[in-house]
């Protein structure tokens, strides 16, 4: 979508309206720590961010890496910064290539600061001298496939501080085919608001977003405003140079000031607002909460469908997915890219030489094997492994193997039964309530347009050990309204599953459309699946030494251990597998496992009632 569009949307409803900036971290280390918190912050509610540009080399790779990780596997809608340093017409040609690969619409075009071994700035041989001349590329290479952004000077640029020059040469700018405006950062409400009005009085009508730097320390506050020459407000420094050796305080008082500027400003008709965030989540964050934006139960973050979806080239549309990678996002979107791969069935032909193959995709366990360890202990039993899923779910762990983002508050209608299953030694990986058409507006299980209602079904998956899954299967098949499907890790599956098509598990119902089905159990996606989950746990179990008790136990329930799922198929009804389960437990959660020859153990009872399948 494009970001006037946005701003044209944040115009007419009048609803919070922000979005955050981001730069390529210097490590790899760092880089994943950031994506981390790019999808925790996308649960803030930003309309867009934005990467920043590092000319040159690796940096510049990684800004199109990140746009590719946002928007393709994050589903947030990025801009990407590009400028003119370091940047002959071919390279700039290459970035949009990747840019519009990976689905992105919009640019922010800059000419950029001068290399740091350099005191001014100069053009590249073959590339371009100033903003406007890479919007006028950008415009003759994609049309209007890229929304195009430029810079706005409220207090003047590094060289040059003749306002009516700055000003001729934005009006320039969107002559070429800017569409709106993201200025430099500023603490001088009151000039910034003057500012617009000469910017609408030289005849720019397109939008303008005010970039805003919250406060996190005093020092990195000064250093900041310091290195951007803007103007602190005589009221801010008496406020802050008291207490600016306590960080906390600072942050607190910072928040407020900060908080009261942006009021100002929404005062003066400015409907978005683009937060600096400097790659950190705190201070944005009490910014937001100051100015009571964050979703609520009151007003609830809204999403088009109950998971993340995709904004990468070819996915935007996509409405349909297994139920298998709830938790695992990134790894689902890495795996089924490649449509084309999968020519005779939409989520992989279990023909196709490619269909299971793991390594290519890079989803396995992310961590160095001492970070893992230190995350999740060193369980040397059943009742330590399920003891830290116990914890996971009343949220004193942020995620596990099979999960990438902490527990959904939708799992806290069942957490106790889902608790109490994970103390009788049944290790629960996913699940989802039952859910009777309620309005699409609920702030927990809510999704889609206005004015509808989603309904879901029950649905448990789980590690099962091999003397408690004869007794689990009896009962589920005695059982009318439970389907299942069972699958270890060689790939012995059994299911009493009618059909090998599509079960809908989440559906919705809304105003001028078809029923909307998009979450789903299937036989040949859990076979995907399964290959998935059990290697997730193996490379657990690799993070410890061969042989010492926590290897031993993880691949004791990796090799003979069942993966099962069930659904109950009675919508209305979302107690009935835990009444089924009810009793079932483990008899000794505290027997250390033991050695096993072959590595693998088989089916207790054959394969004669399932179906042999090796994904």
């Not at 805003?212 to 990195?220: D, G, K, N, Q, V």
């Not at 942050?251 to 607002?273: F, P, Q, S």
């Not at 589920?476 to 890790?489: C, F, G, M, Q, R």
Request: with cysteine; glycine share 8%; hydrophobic share 35%.
């Amino acid at each position: 979508m494009h970001i006037k569009d946005m701003l044209t949307e944040a115009e007419r409803t009048g609803e919070p309206s922000f979005s955050f900036e981001y730069f390529p971290p210097k490590t790899a280390q760092g880089v994943q720590n950031l994506y981390d918190r790019m999808e925790r912050m996308y649960n803030f509610g930003p309309k867009f961010i934005d990467i920043t540009w590092g000319a040159g080399g690796r940096i510049a790779e990684l800004t199109c890496e990140m746009v590719v990780q946002a928007q393709t596997y994050l589903g947030l809608e990025a801009c990407m910064h590009l400028t003119c340093t370091d940047m002959g017409e071919e390279k700039v040609n290459d970035a949009l290539r990747k840019a519009y690969k990976a689905g992105c619409t919009n640019i922010l075009a800059l000419r950029g600061d001068p290399p740091r071994d350099k005191e001014k700035w100069e053009a590249t041989e073959g590339g371009f001298r100033y903003a406007r001349d890479l919007v006028a590329h950008i415009r003759k290479m994609y049309g209007n496939h890229f929304d195009i952004g430029v810079a706005g000077y409220p207090e003047g640029c590094d060289d040059n501080k003749d306002e009516d020059l700055l000003l001729d040469h934005l009006k320039e700018k969107v002559d070429e085919g800017a569409s709106f405006i993201v200025t430099q950062m500023f603490y001088d409400a009151d000039n910034f608001i003057r500012w617009v009005g000469r910017v609408r009085e030289r005849g720019i009508t397109v939008p303008i977003v005010p970039g805003i730097m919250p406060i996190a320390t005093y020092a990195s506050f000064l250093r900041r405003a310091n290195h951007m020459k803007c103007k602190i407000p005589e009221d801010w420094m008496a406020k802050l140079e008291p207490i600016k050796n306590d960080d906390v305080a600072v942050r607190e008082i910072g928040k407020t000031l900060v908080a009261d500027m942006c009021r100002k400003i929404l005062a003066a008709g400015i409907r978005h607002l683009h937060f600096y965030t400097m790659n950190l989540a705190q201070a944005t964050r009490m910014v937001l909460e100051e100015l009571d934006w964050l979703p609520s139960p009151e007003r609830p973050l809204k999403q088009a469908l109950p998971w993340k979806q995709s904004l990468g080239l070819g996915r935007r549309s996509e409405d349909v997915r297994p139920i298998f990678w709830r938790n695992r996002n990134k790894s689902y979107i890495a795996r089924t890219q490649d449509w084309d791969e999968f020519p005779n069935g939409r989520w992989g032909d279990s023909r196709s030489p490619a269909f299971g193959e793991l390594d290519a995709y890079g989803i396995g366990l992310t961590g160095s094997n001492e970070q893992n360890r230190k995350k999740w202990g060193e369980p040397s039993c059943i009742r330590d492994i399920a003891n830290l899923f116990v914890r996971y779910l009343n949220k004193e762990i942020d995620y596990l193997p099979w999960s990438e983002a902490p527990v959904a508050d939708e799992a806290d209608v069942i957490k106790s039964d889902l608790i109490e299953l994970n103390k009788r030694g049944l290790i629960t990986v996913n699940s989802q309530p039952a859910v009777n058409g309620v309005k699409s507006s609920h702030p927990v299980h809510g999704w889609g347009p206005s004015n509808g209602y989603v309904y879901q079904k029950a649905y448990l998956e789980m590690f099962v050990s091999p003397e408690l899954y004869p007794e689990l299967k009896r009962r589920i098949e005695n059982h009318p309204d439970l389907t299942y499907h069972a699958v270890t890790k060689s790939g012995n599956l059994e299911t009493n599953a009618q059909s090998e098509g599509p079960n809908a598990v989440t559906w919705g119902v809304f105003p001028g459309k078809e029923i909307v089905q998009p979450t789903i159990v299937e036989r040949i996606s859990f076979l995907a699946w399964k290959d998935e989950a059990f290697q997730l746990g193996t490379e657990w179990a690799r993070c410890y030494d061969v042989g010492s008790p926590s290897r031993l136990v993880l691949e004791e329930i990796m090799n003979t251990w069942y993966l099962v799922n069930i659904v109950n198929n009675d919508f209305h009804r979302g107690e009935t597998i835990f009444e089924v389960l009810k009793d079932l437990e483990l008899p000794d959660l505290d027997k250390a496992p033991e050695p096993h020859v072959n590595g693998t153990k088989d089916l207790p009872n054959g394969t004669t009632n399932g179906v042999e399948a090796s994904a």
